[in-house]
C-alpha cells in the first residue's frame, strides 16, 4: 500500500487498532511499518509517536513497537472516537458516548441556568428555534442542522461555567458528527426531539435549574434508547 502521507499511515495504522485488527500484544517494527506502507522513516516514526501520545502504541528497546490494551487507551481523543466510529466496534462506541453524555449534561444544564449569561441563554433559544426549523423541514441530515446540534451541546457544556465539563465538548462533538457521517441521523428528528432542545433552552433562560436537569437527561435517555439494539428475543 502507497502512503506518502503522516496521516496516511497515521489513519490507516490507527484505524487497524482500534478495530481490533492488530490485538493487543501484537508486536511491530518500523522497518516493517516503512515496508507495508512504502512510506519513508520519518513518516513512520511521526504516526507512531502519534499513537504512543494516546497510548496504542509503546516502543521499547529491544522489544518493538507493542500494541496496547484497551484498557490504556486515551477514548476521548476524537481521532480514536473516529477510528471507533468507522468500524466494527460502532455501536459500542455511539452507546458508551451516549453512557456519558447522559452522565454529565444534565448536569450542565443545571449549572447553566444558574450560571448562563444573557447571551449564552439567547444563543441556545436561537439554535434550537433554528433545528426546530430545520428538522421541520426534513433536514436534520444536512450539515446545516449538524452545525447547529454541535453549538448548541457545546455552548450548553461552556454555559455551566465548569470548566471540566467544558472539555467534553470534543466527544459530544464527534458522536454528534459520526451519527451524520454514518447516515444514522434521520431527516425528520425523533417525534419530540425539536421540542425537547426548545424546552430545555427555555428551562435555561428561565433559570430553573431542576427543569433544566430534568429536561436534559429525559431527552438523552431517549436518544439513548433509539441507539441500543432491540433486545433479543426469549429463547425456547
Do not use: C, K
Amino acid at each position: 500500500m502507497a502512503a506518502d502521507l503522516h496521516g496516511d499511515v497515521l489513519d490507516d495504522l490507527g484505524a487497524r487498532i482500534a478495530n481490533g485488527d492488530l490485538r493487543p500484544g501484537h508486536v511491530l517494527t518500523l522497518a516493517q511499518l516503512e515496508q507495508e506502507y512504502s512510506a519513508s522513516r520519518t513518516v513512520v516514526r511521526e504516526a507512531v509517536r502519534v499513537l504512543e501520545s494516546i497510548r496504542m502504541l509503546a516502543s521499547r528497546r529491544r522489544v518493538g513497537i507493542t500494541v496496547l490494551p484497551r484498557d490504556q487507551w486515551h477514548e476521548l481523543d476524537p481521532m480514536l472516537i473516529q477510528w471507533q466510529l468507522r468500524g466494527r466496534h460502532r455501536q459500542e462506541q455511539l452507546e458508551s458516548l451516549m453512557e456519558l453524555r447522559v452522565a454529565v449534561e444534565p448536569m450542565a444544564a443545571r449549572l447553566a441556568a444558574r450560571r448562563a449569561t444573557p447571551q449564552q441563554r439567547a444563543e441556545l433559544r436561537r439554535l434550537a428555534e433554528e433545528m426546530g426549523e430545520l428538522g421541520r423541514r426534513g433536514l436534520a441530515a444536512d450539515d446545516a442542522y449538524l452545525q447547529a446540534d454541535i453549538a448548541f451541546h457545546e455552548l450548553l457544556l461552556t454555559a455551566s461555567g465548569n470548566p471540566l465539563l467544558a472539555t467534553l465538548r470534543v466527544p459530544v462533538r464527534e458522536v454528534l458528527a459520526g451519527r451524520t457521517r454514518l447516515g444514522l441521523h434521520p431527516p425528520v428528528p425523533a417525534p419530540g426531539t425539536l421540542e425537547d432542545h426548545l424546552r430545555l433552552a427555555l428551562d435555561i433562560a428561565a433559570g430553573d435549574a431542576d427543569a433544566a436537569e430534568r429536561q436534559s437527561r429525559s431527552h438523552l435517555l431517549g436518544v439513548l434508547g433509539e441507539l441500543a439494539p432491540p433486545p433479543a428475543p426469549p429463547v425456547g
